[in-house]
């Protein structure tokens, strides 16, 4: 049986990452226990969590709130996103069966689609899920899960990354068929692993270049 911190964990995370808590909303104990019906001590332990990730930020006389946008800390993200990636993707390659191949192609396939009538947040959302079919199947644990909460924190800092560099997304369908044939012919796992990591610094520098 799920715990009530668990529930509420999922709860506010949930709202979080939706962005029906926006950053800075407060996260006022009493109010979410009474919400959900419960004490504030699980309220409290999955704020907790939720610190740990990133998701959530104490202020001195202020309180709990969801983290505010830090441009510094996204792309700190990003580029440790591609690093975990990169290596559950090397990581994975024994275990990528064609099944998961052909997942994957079909995701790239509708962010392709969507390239013509472009709604960044979809994209975004297919993007997270390409990279999960394939680093879902690395056996380290601790390497998934470390992945799992750098997509949560990306998701906590920003909505769409592709919001904010819309011309990136076609290079980066190109790039998945191309990390996705690596894959299909066996190449190097070196090689896949810097791909992976170099494809996610690349949406970076973008970034980066934008601000220039």
Same mark, same amino acid.
Request: hydrophobic residues 40%; proline residues 4%; aromatic residues 6%.
């Given at each position: 049986?799920?715990? &009530? ?9 949930e /709202? ?7 950053p800075?909303?407060?996260l006022?104990l009493?109010? =979410?226990?009474a919400?959900?019906?419960v ?8 704020? /907790?969590?939720?610190?740990a990730?990133g998701?959530?930020?104490?202020e001195?006389?202020v309180?709990?709130?969801v ?18 990636e990169?290596?559950?993707t090397?990581?994975?390659?024994p275990? =990528? ?6 997942r994957?192609?079909?995701i790239?396939?509708?962010? /392709?689609?969507m ?9 975004t959302?297919?993007?997270? &899920? ?8 690395c056996?380290?644990p601790? =390497?998934?899960?470390?992945v799992? /909460? ?8 920003r909505s ?18 191309q =990390?996705l044939?690596?894959?299909?012919t ?13 494809? &996610? ?5 973008a970034? &980066?270049?934008?601000?220039?």
């Amino acid at each position: 049986m799920t715990s &009530k911190s668990e529930l509420t964990y999922d709860w506010i995370r949930e /709202r979080i990452l939706s962005r029906e808590f926006n950053p800075g909303y407060r996260l006022v104990l009493s109010s =979410i226990a009474a919400e959900l019906g419960v004490s504030t001590v699980p309220v409290r332990e999955a704020i /907790r969590r939720l610190e740990a990730e990133g998701l959530v930020e104490f202020e001195r006389n202020v309180g709990a709130r969801v983290a505010m946008v830090n441009e510094g800390e996204y792309v700190d993200t990003m580029q440790t996103l591609g690093v975990l990636e990169g290596a559950a993707t090397a990581l994975a390659l024994p275990h =990528i069966t064609e099944e998961v191949l052909k997942r994957a192609q079909a995701i790239n396939d509708q962010m /392709r689609a969507m390239l013509t009538d472009f709604d960044p947040a979809v994209f975004t959302a297919l993007n997270e &899920k390409f990279h999960k079919a394939i680093c879902q199947a690395c056996p380290n644990p601790h =390497i998934t899960m470390l992945v799992d /909460r750098g997509w949560s924190r990306m998701a906590g800092l920003r909505s769409s990354t592709f919001s904010f560099v819309p011309e990136r997304a076609a290079r980066s369908v190109e790039e998945h068929d191309q =990390i996705l044939q690596l894959i299909r012919t066996e190449q190097d796992p070196t090689e896949i692993e810097m791909t992976v990591r170099q494809h &996610k610094w690349r949406t970076v520098e973008a970034l &980066k270049e934008k601000h220039r």
